[in-house]
Structure formats: structure tokens, C-alpha cells
Nanobody, 129 residues
Framework: QLQLVETGGGFVKAGGSLELSCTAS??????????MGWFRQAPGKEREFVAAIRRSGGSTQYATSVQGRFTISRDDAKNALYLQMNRLKPEDTAVYYC????????????????????WGQGTQVTVSS
């Protein structure tokens, strides 16, 4: 039973940086076997893909809108997922969610909301112009 909690959201000016964290509320020895992702959602809109990372040792994937500015990473020993956001823009304003899907030993990653099975509660990121 994986439960996720996001932290690190806040208010920043355009061009600033912020790091989001996503941790499992109950530690699991199999965290390394979950594909993880970050999504964001504005009111009235569907969740938008931001970044994904494969199970431990796997590669990463980014939405075009954040490529070169955001970095997704993980620390399986800490049951943690991170999103480093640099050169933030007003259009980055949204509630950011982390998602997880157990994949075992398969080398999979997911870029659509429906492919994830577990979500955190979200953390608000507001970027002013």
C-alpha cells in the first residue's frame, strides 16, 4: 500500500527555482520497483504530464514545455521522488502531483495520467510575473 505526500510548493517570482519532494508515508522495500511521475493541474483542466522516471536505474522523460528547466530524480533508499524546477514561468503555476505505478522488473515509464495507480494530494506552485 503506497501512499504519497508532496511538499515544497510555494510562491516564487518568474525566473526563480523551487524543488518539490514526494515521499511514501509508509516505507517500502520495493519503492525501487515503481515507475514514478510528476503531473500538474490547473482548475478545470486535465492533469498535464511534466516528467517521468523509470524504476531504479532507469531513464527520464520530460514534457517539451519543461525540457531543460526541470529535473526529475529519485532516492529509493529514502522512498523519495524529487522535481527540481528552474527558470520558472507564470505558465508553470498549477497544483503539482506525484504518481506511482508498480512495474516490478519491467523497464517502463508512463506519460499519461490514466496509467498511474497512486497519487499524492498535490502541492500548489504559484509563479508571479
Amino acid at each position: 500500500q503506497l501512499q504519497l505526500v508532496e511538499t515544497g510548493g510555494g510562491f516564487v517570482k518568474a525566473g526563480g527555482s523551487l524543488e518539490l519532494s514526494c515521499t511514501a508515508s509508509r516505507r517500502t522495500l520495493t519503492f525501487n520497483l515503481y515507475a514514478m511521475g510528476w503531473f500538474r493541474q490547473a482548475p478545470g483542466k486535465e492533469r498535464e504530464f511534466v516528467a517521468a522516471i523509470r524504476r531504479s536505474g532507469g531513464s527520464t522523460q520530460y514534457a517539451t514545455s519543461v525540457q531543460g528547466r526541470f529535473t526529475i530524480s529519485r532516492d529509493d533508499a529514502k522512498n523519495a521522488l524529487y522535481l527540481q524546477m528552474n527558470r520558472l514561468k507564470p505558465e508553470d503555476t498549477a497544483v503539482y502531483y506525484c504518481g506511482a505505478r508498480f512495474v516490478g522488473e519491467s523497464d517502463s515509464y508512463f506519460t499519461t495520467s490514466d496509467e498511474y495507480r497512486t497519487w499524492g494530494q498535490g502541492t500548489q506552485v504559484t509563479v508571479s510575473s
